[in-house]
């Protein structure tokens, strides 16, 4: 059985006063979803409409959380159609792409309020409060999927029915480590940084106007990618989690980018 009960279902076992209860009566904010060129805002009302609460196991805390939601299906119905992708643009400039491949009869849930507070609010590593709105990705604890982004701070949806880094895709006759390199870095890097303006901008630009690997030594940019702090205090990149042979293919990503890309016509 899935993690979630719908609204519905909880009026009916006699919850009646449920919509009163603040964290349920607030309307979530409307959405912009930008997808071929347009622009459409769901409303917050139309979500809220569809509103459950579904039981999530948080990867920071760990421990098991109520949030109120709707399924991402809502305010994007091609979140889950073959070939397309959803990226998921937070207010910091980090961007999560869900592939509909990879999603394999999962539910992700845009969550707006956490049942039982009044706040939307998780508590980092850090103990710094962190506000989780205006929306949360999150995904059903029953769902055992493999790796799955948990974007916070979502503000927009963009809808690609290609694939979404495509202009930085190495030729398909580049060699095997570059293609399995971009591999990586698409699961990995994208999302914060940029490669001739494509992908997110938490993080620098890593390939115009110069290839970040024409100006970093090899040996630093490996053991930067592996731990961050190894090499500057207050390093806000986090550690990497990859293995030497993912590091080395990363970065024979990013030296054929160097040349291959071109930014001038960005
Ligand atoms: C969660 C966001 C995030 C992810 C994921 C991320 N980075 Fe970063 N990266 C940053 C930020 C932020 C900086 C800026 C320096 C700092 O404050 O840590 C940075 C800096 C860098 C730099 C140094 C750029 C410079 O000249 O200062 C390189 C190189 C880099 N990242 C490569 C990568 C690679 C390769 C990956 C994937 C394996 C990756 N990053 C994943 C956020 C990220």
Request: aromatic fraction near 8%.
């Amino acid at each position: 059985m899935r993690g979630f009960i719908s609204l519905a279902v909880l009026l009916a076992v006699g919850c009646a006063e449920a919509p009163l209860l603040p964290w349920l009566a607030a309307t979530p904010p409307d959405l912009p979803v930008v997808a071929g060129g347009d622009t459409k805002t769901i409303r917050g009302a139309d979500l809220a409409a569809r509103a459950g609460v579904v039981l999530v196991v948080e990867p920071v805390a760990g421990s098991p959380t109520l949030l109120v939601g709707a399924p991402l299906t809502v305010a994007r119905p091609e979140a889950t159609t073959p070939g397309s992708s959803t990226v998921l643009a937070c207010l910091d400039g980090y961007r999560a792409t869900l592939r509909a491949d990879d999603l394999q009869g999962s539910t992700p849930w845009l969550a707006w309020a956490a049942w039982g507070s009044e706040a939307f609010a998780a508590t980092d590593a850090q103990g710094k409060r962190i506000a989780l709105g205006p929306y949360y990705l999150v995904w059903d604890a029953a769902d055992r999927g493999a790796e799955r982004p948990w974007p916070f701070q979502v503000h927009r949806l963009e809808g690609l029915t290609a694939p979404a880094y495509g202009a930085i895709t190495p030729a398909a006759t580049a060699p095997p480590e570059v293609r399995a390199g971009f591999a990586v870095y698409e699961g990995h890097c994208a999302k914060c940084h940029a490669l001739g303006g494509i992908g997110g901008d938490l993080g620098p630009e890593l390939g115009c106007p110069a290839g970040v690997t024409t100006y970093w030594q090899r040996a630093a940019l490996a053991r930067w990618i592996a731990e961050p702090a190894a090499l500057r205090r207050g390093a806000r990149m986090p550690p990497s989690g990859l293995g030497a042979a993912d590091i080395e293919a990363v970065i024979r990503y990013l030296e054929h980018m160097a040349t291959a890309l071109d930014c001038g016509a960005r």
